[in-house]
């Protein structure tokens, strides 16, 4: 008979996973804690998510394994945490492992006082000993027995660490000024690792450096760097042929075990992808390259398919694995090509593809496109307009084909923050390449982030199977704010913009650090943790407070609220210190600082919205590579940016701290204009 635990009354896909482990689990709660110091026992915490493939293999040989779990249960109050519910619990504990054992990751296993401080750490272990490491059945035999024996010696531990986990989250450094020397500073910086064969930064394994590319990207038009230019035009080109884009169904996998961007870590991102089409859009409009329109929009087109709830909302992941292994719903045999394709284009198609008999990843093929599809044509005697028909019908047939295995897991939560970030990108597209049918998507999402994710000025982090679930943290506040933004430019909606100012309005009040003028993680009257988390840094996604930056200067520009500016530039000028010493640390940051030490555009289209003359200006301003700028019509009358226009009036105008040039009415002379002043 089988028998479940506590976290079969969870959503979280990843706690399920856990449902029929002999493990006595509990989710993060206060019954675990009031059990633990009951009991004086202390607490097992585990931490991972959904789409981690170590997470499902420390479950398959630990936390099912009847010897490990009867240890655990009489030792431990044992606690299972997702990491993309739960990022607060996440990012304390995470900086507790580095500490501790100079290194961190997922699995991560933590071992804490029944206060839930920690006192011995670690990741992935073997359940016995073995591949260098100690096995998990020592492991809490001997940190169990330290509690029991060495009690003095495990508190004593657990308190510096309490105390240097308090130190580590307040920021040191006085505020200092941002200055256009200083962000041109950070850029040749990062640019110093950067990796002239295959682009990127640094060696294996390499993951997609989204945010530090859009600031080299906006370092690069301001300066009119060859450099830069030449840094970001070959790491978007390389990761876009490489396997870590999938060449069949669109998205990009989570990172690149090696240096070339062959072989990826195959689990899929919702942030990646969603931080993945704002920079692909912006070099789309940057450099007009149309690789970078294609990549954007099959990237979207994966997202609508796979990643999109029937409601509007966006799923989480998508796992690595299938039938339990690692890529497999994504990798082709050269005899497959040629069944499926026939023999004279499934040869030009793996000539193209780099498909061979023996294969470029464990005896299978992952396709990419290492040669100039040119070179190819000219190598194997076919046209180009050939290659690219055979190249388009083939990518078209083989994702039929692979429709038909078995896919990976799809983690079908939908967070807040992370909704808000793939609006962000959607809205920015929709923009950027004149398609009402991004519009539509982006007003569905939008909607259900309103509608389902929001109460009244609060907003939940988590929703699944109709049911919402904790409080909001900064990255759900300031990233769904974000989207909404977004939302606004794209459908010049006005509740989008007012849904926004309100998420803003909580931001300032229940995040506040009054004492730095930064911004904390979660708000005022969230559960007391061990210390209250401020996560600085740009790492795979955005930090709460770099989003938040963005948020309210945008904010202060749309209704001339210049006491969000000047919040916005204390939170933005309490983190550079930090962000000067570790600038490749900060990406997402240091893009909001270049739009800040600038002037941002502020345009105004009027005239009726279904004219055609003016749909004409509007796709002028959407093609143009404006990073930082704010826009509003004649749809948007209460808007500041209107004061003064004439609204029935066909015309552009561009503006600078509520200044504007004279109006044009010719899309060719706004194109102009708007290039000059980029």
């Not at 026992?41 to 997470?55: D, N, R, T």
């Not at 995470?94 to 011995?120: D, K, R």
């Not at 993951?207 to 790491?235: C, G, I, K, W, Y």
């Not at 009257?525 to 996560?535: C, K």
């Amino acid at each position: 008979m089988t028998t479940t635990n506590r976290l079969a009354n969870e959503t979280s896909p990843y706690l399920l996973q856990h449902a029929h482990n002999p493990v006595d689990w509990y989710a993060w709660s206060d019954e675990a804690f009031a059990k633990a110091r009951g009991e004086d026992k202390p607490i097992f915490l585990s931490i991972g998510y959904s789409a981690c493939h170590w997470c499902h293999v420390m479950e398959r040989e630990s936390f099912e394994n009847e010897e490990i779990a009867a240890i655990l249960n009489r030792e431990f109050v044992s606690i299972k945490v997702d990491r993309e519910e739960r990022p607060d619990v996440d990012s304390i504990y995470m900086q507790a492992v580095q500490m501790m054992t100079g290194h961190g990751g997922w699995p991560m296993s933590m071992f804490l006082t029944p206060e839930g401080v920690p006192y011995y750490a670690g990741t992935y272990f073997p359940p016995d000993d073995g591949r260098g490491m100690p096995g998990f059945k020592r492991v809490l035999r001997h940190v169990a027995d330290a509690y029991r024996t060495r009690r003095e010696e495990v508190t004593a531990a657990s308190e510096e660490i309490r105390t240097a986990l308090q130190s580590a989250m307040n920021v040191a450094a006085s505020p200092a000024a941002v200055t256009r020397e200083g962000l041109d500073a950070a850029a040749l910086a990062i640019g110093r690792s950067f990796d002239p064969v295959h682009g990127g930064l640094g060696g294996a394994p390499k993951f997609p450096p989204s945010m530090t590319l859009d600031f080299l990207m906006q370092v690069a038009a301001r300066t009119r760097s060859v450099e830069l230019s030449h840094m970001v035009h070959l790491t978007l080109e390389k990761m876009a042929r490489g396997g870590l884009y999938d060449q069949i169904g669109g998205g990009f996998h989570r990172y690149s075990v090696d240096a070339r961007w062959l072989a990826p870590h195959f689990e899929k991102m919702l942030y990646d992808n969603a931080l993945l089409v704002r920079l692909y859009t912006r070099a789309w409009q940057w450099s007009k390259d149309p690789l970078c329109m294609r990549v954007a929009k099959e990237t979207l087109g994966f997202v609508a398919r796979e990643m999109t709830s029937p409601q509007g909302g966006f799923y989480s992941t998508l796992d690595a694995d299938s039938e339990g292994e690692e890529g497999k719903f994504y990798v082709w045999s050269r005899e497959e090509i040629l069944r499926e394709l026939g023999d004279e284009e499934g040869r030009i198609f793996s000539a193209l593809y780099d498909v061979s008999d023996g294969g470029n990843w464990e005896g299978k093929n992952i396709l990419n496109m290492p040669r100039d599809p040119e070179v190819v044509a000219a190598d194997i005697g076919v046209s180009m307009e050939r290659l690219t028909d055979i190249a388009s019908r083939g990518k078209c047939h083989l994702h039929g084909a692979r429709a038909k295995r078995v896919p990976p897991g799809r983690d079908e939560k939908i967070l807040a923050g992370w909704n808000g970030w793939m609006l962000a990108a959607l809205g920015e597209a929709a923009v950027a390449f004149g398609d009402e049918s991004l519009v539509t998507a982006t007003r569905n999402s939008a909607d259900f982030l309103i509608s389902t994710m929001m109460e009244g000025s609060r907003i939940y982090r988590s929703y699944k199977d109709g049911r919402r679930k904790i409080g909001g943290l900064l990255e759900d506040y300031s990233g769904a704010a974000w989207g909404l933004l977004s939302a606004f430019e794209a459908t010049r909606e006005m509740r989008y913009l007012r849904a926004a100012r309100e998420l803003a309005g909580e931001i300032v009040v229940r995040f506040a650090d009054a004492d730095s003028n930064g911004l904390f993680d979660t708000p005022d009257d969230h559960e007391a943790l061990i210390t209250r988390p401020r996560d600085l840094f740009d790492n795979a996604t955005p930090s709460g407070s770099s989003v938040a930056i963005v948020v309210l200067s945008k904010l202060a520009l749309y209704l001339n609220e210049p006491d969000l500016e000047r919040r916005a530039r204390a939170a933005l000028e309490s983190i550079w210190p930090v962000a000067q010493r570790y600038p490749s640390g900060f990406g997402f940051l240091l893009g909001a600082a270049e739009g800040m030490t600038g002037r941002p555009k502020e345009i105004v289209v009027t005239g009726a919205e279904d004219e055609p003359a003016v749909a004409a200006l509007w796709r002028a301003i959407g093609e143009a590579y404006l990073p930082h700028r704010v826009m509003a019509s004649s749809a948007t009358p209460e808007l500041p940016l209107l004061e003064g226009k004439p609204l029935d009036r066909v015309a552009g105008w561009i503006c600078e701290g509520y200044q504007c040039l004279e109006p044009v009415d010719d899309p060719q002379e706004l194109r102009r204009l708007l290039d000059e002043r980029r």
